[in-house]
């Protein structure tokens, strides 16, 4: 009789590359000393029982397309208008989503509010806690607030007895919190390693297409590479959703990465406070709520974060270098865009800032990486440069090229309609985004073509 084949492979913990032996660097992410060995006995399938798994339990023949109906197509509206925006417009039936982000960031907290409204429509939600006791969810969501009776939860991490569960209740709507702690008996490595992950994200999958269960996954993120990236389940999920912020600030930000149903540029802020999260409606006075009046080098800029213009407020300090190498740091945006900006003030204008330390921020721990946001730090860096403050009330944007010109952005409309509605009274933008536009009542737009014509105006 042949013995069960028993293999070990390394898996890359960061991205799930596969390889038979041990290697220092991962070929697939470039990433150092993420290769760990995983036992892999795979269950020997019968023919037959191959034929059915990969059928989902019955036998589908193939559809002509123009008959393909959509009536299951409708959404389940969550009612967090924030979450379900960044999911194309509620939850499709059958998708299979995984919300990722650093541990204790408010992945649990997000998804019991979502079940609590759900639970509220009178949806069938189940919620599946591997990591919480009974008691500690109870304890979560007496902070959210009264729950209705159709919300039921369940503490297990062994994956038949939740896919029994879940084939027994068929509800419309399950959380797993997290994938991490999921085990399936057939694979032999640890909860959280690459291939647990995989398998039960697998069985997840068929449960959600075969069932048109809408299933939620949890998924941590840990740069330590003892527990499987989510990235490695990225491409099985129709849907990716990253959920970030500073931990010490209050707001969150959840984030589109990958949607089979929507745009994945959306974004929904939430702050956390006391009774959980809270939907920020309007991000760019939450943004600009602590910025100071008649400061040199701070200007409020405009970033267009999916379809929505947010107002942020971009702070730069430029002073004389003590050493050898100016100092350059850029918080919340990419430090080499600081560098080449600052090269073409040099260059361009004449400024002598090639001995400064120079430090960019955008207030608020925001990530922002949109090149309309050039023109912002350049007019603070030069603000900051000549302790000259910046008008309070004007808004600037714009991206900014090599040769000093400022060039069009999109969507300059909205971001001047953001401003007017929060009471600023100029928009600095570029010169080709103003001749397209149609005169605008009640703000004044300024045109400009190079980085020179937006000093002078300081
Ligand atoms: P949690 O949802 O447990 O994070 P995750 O599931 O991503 O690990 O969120 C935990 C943090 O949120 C924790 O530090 C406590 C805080 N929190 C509040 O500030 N207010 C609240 O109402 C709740 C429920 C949590
Ligand atoms: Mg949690």
Redesign the pocket.
């Known amino acids: 009789m042949a013995k069960a084949k028993k293999t070990t492979v390394f898996f890359c913990q960061e991205c799930g590359y596969e390889s038979s032996k041990w290697m220092g660097q991962c070929p697939g992410c470039k990433s150092w000393n993420t290769f760990v060995e995983e036992s892999l006995s795979t269950p020997s399938l019968s023919g037959r029982e191959k034929t059915k798994a990969v059928a989902f339990g019955e036998r589908r023949e193939p559809v002509i397309l123009a008959q393909v109906s959509l009536e299951r197509e409708e959404r389940i509206q969550i009612g967090i208008g924030e979450l379900d925006r960044v999911l194309g417009g509620g939850i499709v039936p059958g998708s299979l989503t995984l919300v990722g982000?650093?541990?204790?960031?408010?992945?649990?907290?997000?998804l019991?509010q979502a079940c609590k409204n759900l639970a509220e429509q009178k949806k069938e939600v189940l919620y599946i806690s591997g990591e919480e006791s009974l008691k500690q969810i109870k304890i979560?969501a007496l902070?959210?607030g009264e729950f209705s009776d159709c919300l039921k939860l369940l503490c297990e991490t062994n994956l038949s007895l939740i896919e029994d569960t879940i084939r027994r209740l068929k509800p419309q709507v399950v959380i797993i919190?997290?994938i991490q702690t999921m085990y399936h008996e057939n694979v032999s490595a640890a909860p959280g390693s690459v291939s647990q992950v995989r398998e039960s994200t697998g069985v997840f999958l068929q449960l959600a297409k075969g069932l048109g269960v809408s299933i939620f996954i949890?998924g941590?993120v840990t740069k330590e590479g003892t527990v499987a990236g989510p990235r490695v389940l990225e491409h099985m999920v129709d849907t990716v959703l990253y959920?970030e912020g500073d931990r010490h600030a209050s707001y969150r930000i959840l984030r589109g990465v990958k949607n089979r149903f929507g745009s994945t540029n959306e974004i929904g802020v939430f702050e956390?406070?006391?009774?959980?999260?809270t939907e920020v409606t309007n991000p760019s006075q939450f943004m600009l709520s602590g910025k100071p009046m008649g400061a040199s080098g701070s200007v409020v800029a405009c970033s267009m974060e999916g379809t929505r213009p947010m107002l942020i407020e971009v702070q730069a300090l430029v002073c004389s270098s003590n050493f050898g190498i100016p100092r350059r740091q850029a918080t919340g945006t990419d430090l080499n865009r600081l560098n080449l900006l600052m090269a073409v003030l040099e260059k361009r204008v004449g400024l002598q800032i090639s001995g400064q330390d120079a430090y960019v921020n955008i207030a608020g721990g925001m990530r922002l990486q949109e090149p309309a946001l050039d023109l912002g730090i350049v007019m603070a860096i030069v603000s900051s440069y000549k302790n000259r403050p910046i008008e309070d009330r004007v808004v600037v944007f714009g991206e900014v090229g090599l040769s000093g010109e400022v060039r069009s952005v999109s969507m300059a409309e909205q971001r001047i309609q953001e401003a007017k509605k929060l009471g600023f009274t100029t928009c600095i933008i570029p010169k080709a985004c103003k001749d397209n536009l149609q005169p605008m009542k009640g703000i004044e737009v300024i045109g400009v073509s190079n980085v020179r014509e937006a000093i002078d105006l300081i």
């Open positions: 982000g650093d541990p204790g960031i408010g992945k649990s907290t997000l019991l979560r902070r959210i919190d997290s949890v941590h959920f956390m406070g006391q009774q959980g999260l």
